[in-house]
């Protein structure tokens, strides 16, 4: 089995890239982590990926005059990783139209909602607010339009009564960080493909497009 050589884009903790790293770990999880990629220097999971063994490394966006200057700069670093795939863990940062052209289809992000719904940022206190009775996540295909794409899988969890941002949202970060690994596994080994602008999986793959984890409201 070939493996896909992956990079990991985040600014902050990096939970989600440490669940991928440690899934990665397994000799047969088909994407192989080839680097880690920080906009922020200062960003903890720098020191989370390098503690497991893996490069990390930062290219600061505040030394660049533009958005131009610091995505040249990040194309550079993938190419010189030699990534085929980049998965994006809490990287805080809009890629633009020219940098997700160059690498069509080959992006992935992670988003703390049932997209189509609530997109952007403050999704847990948007989705307690308009009286959802489910939150969750979704890995999709990186777009040029904000939290577009399509979607490889979601995971739902239960919005329960008494809920406040704070709950709702560690809920949610521990489904993320079951269904990322799950999510990139079926895209890196091809059970996962674009088609259009839907995903369709490959004849033999058991797996929902919506995961439920959790206990089901009352």
């Known amino acids: 089995m070939t493996r896909r050589r992956t990079a990991i884009l985040i600014s902050g903790r990096g939970s989600n890239m440490e669940s991928l790293l440690r899934a990665a770990a397994d000799p047969a999880f088909p994407a192989e982590i080839v680097g880690v990629v920080s906009n922020r220097p200062d960003a903890a999971g720098i020191g989370r990926a390098r503690a497991l063994g893996v490069r990390a490394e930062a290219i600061d966006h505040r030394a660049f005059a533009g958005r131009a200057g610091f995505e040249a700069a990040l194309d550079a670093r993938l190419r010189a990783l030699g990534a085929d795939l980049v998965c994006l863990a809490g990287f805080m940062r809009l890629l633009t139209a020219p940098f997700v052209e160059a690498w069509r289809d080959r992006i992935l992000n992670i988003h703390p909602s049932l997209l189509p719904s609530f997109p952007g940022l403050d999704t847990h206190a948007?989705?307690?607010a308009a009286g959802a009775r489910f939150a969750g996540c979704t890995v999709h295909v990186v777009r040029p339009e904000m939290d577009s794409g399509p979607i490889i899988a979601q995971a739902a969890v239960p919005i329960l009564p008494g809920d406040?941002?704070?709950?709702?949202?560690?809920?949610?970060?521990a489904a993320e960080h079951r269904l990322y690994p799950m999510a990139v596994a079926l895209y890196a080994s091809g059970s996962a493909r674009v088609e259009g602008e839907r995903i369709a999986y490959g004849r033999g793959v058991r797996f929902a497009e919506v995961a439920s984890f959790g206990p089901m409201p009352g």
């Open 126 to 128: 948007r989705a307690i």
């Open 164 to 173: 406040d941002e704070a709950a709702l949202s560690a809920r949610v970060l």
